[in-house]
């Protein structure tokens, strides 16, 4: 009676974790004309249209400052920017669109074209293949949909549990066990993933070289000796800031000082 007790707590705990996150996920969700501003966004695509990409990417921009936030408004900017020759803020909206939304197939493949014109070719320190596994599944879904399956998932592991508490037969109840507790545990895993999918999508620790060079130094100030330079469309791992500097770690593992203003965050 006591262990139905734990697992029935367990389940009603950990759906209300997994419904507070599908709920305060809401701003990832891809919006295609943002409420109050659909003359902007008209404007930006007319632009587009006709040629004018850095009218267009005036406009998108515009849509940004006021507030409004979703993968396709930065799937859109990062088009406009690379159209227009601006490698920097391509890869820099792109990586926002995916933030958002991990499984955005259409900007992950142009922010592979955008990247393929940076001139830094940086290689990553390897990473052992179970974890690039598990986030590239992480990855392959949005936060929300995570969320649902979770949500899905832990309404079938209660209800097989019901099932397992009602049946009079050993071979029956022991099968309904174990299919329930396999529910309540991919339920979890799946939570994990929308509640890491949420934290990435407000983290603010990674950002993009949009300088067209980018001096490295040793210290952070202008007479610190400079390690190495970063070209546009870099991505950087920010570990502290200074003032106007920021410490950062590039993927192959070298770190150094750099000017906040020759990089944005993610």
């Known amino acids: 009676m006591v262990m139905k007790k734990i697992l029935l707590a367990f389940a009603v705990s950990v759906f209300a974790f997994s419904l507070s996150f599908a709920q305060d996920d809401g701003l990832?969700?891809?919006?295609?004309?943002?409420?109050?501003?659909?003359?902007?966004?008209?404007?930006?695509?007319?632009?587009?249209?006709?040629?004018?990409f850095a009218g267009a990417a005036r406009h998108y921009e515009s849509l940004v400052s006021s507030g409004a936030s979703s993968p396709s408004?930065?799937?859109?900017?990062?088009?406009?920017?690379?159209?227009?020759?601006n490698i920097g803020k391509s890869v820099l909206n792109y990586e926002r669109a995916l933030k958002l939304d991990p499984s955005d197939a259409d900007a992950r493949h142009n922010?592979?074209?955008?990247?393929?014109?940076?001139?830094?070719?940086?290689?990553?320190?390897?990473e052992f293949i179970f974890f690039s596994w598990i986030k590239n599944l992480k990855a392959s879904l949005s936060s929300n949909t995570?969320?649902?399956?979770?949500?899905?998932?832990?309404?079938?592991?209660?209800?097989?549990?019901?099932?397992?508490?009602?049946s009079r037969r050993s071979s029956s109840r022991r099968i309904f066990f174990i299919i329930a507790m396999i529910c309540f545990l991919t339920a979890f895993f799946c939570w994990m993933f929308s509640f890491s999918l949420a934290r990435q999508a407000n983290s603010t620790d990674t950002a993009i070289v949009v300088e067209n060079i980018g001096s490295v130094k040793s210290s952070p100030s202008a007479g610190?000796?400079?390690?190495?330079?970063?070209?546009?469309?870099?991505?950087?791992?920010?570990?502290?800031?200074?003032?106007?500097?920021?410490r950062v770690e590039i993927s192959d593992g070298r770190q150094g000082w750099i000017k906040a203003s020759d990089i944005e965050v993610i």
């Open 146 to 166: 995570w969320a649902v399956i979770s949500l899905v998932l832990l309404a079938a592991g209660v209800a097989i549990l019901l099932l397992f508490r009602f």
């Open 111 to 126: 922010l592979e074209l955008a990247r393929a014109h940076t001139l830094d070719k940086i290689d990553n320190v390897p």
């Open 28 to 52: 990832t969700q891809d919006i295609q004309e943002p409420r109050g501003l659909a003359s902007i966004w008209k404007s930006a695509e007319e632009a587009y249209a006709t040629g004018d």
């Open 224 to 246: 610190g000796n400079s390690i190495f330079v970063l070209h546009e469309g870099t991505k950087v791992k920010i570990l502290e800031k200074v003032q106007d500097w920021c």
């Open 73 to 85: 408004l930065f799937y859109n900017l990062g088009n406009a920017y690379y159209r227009g020759g």
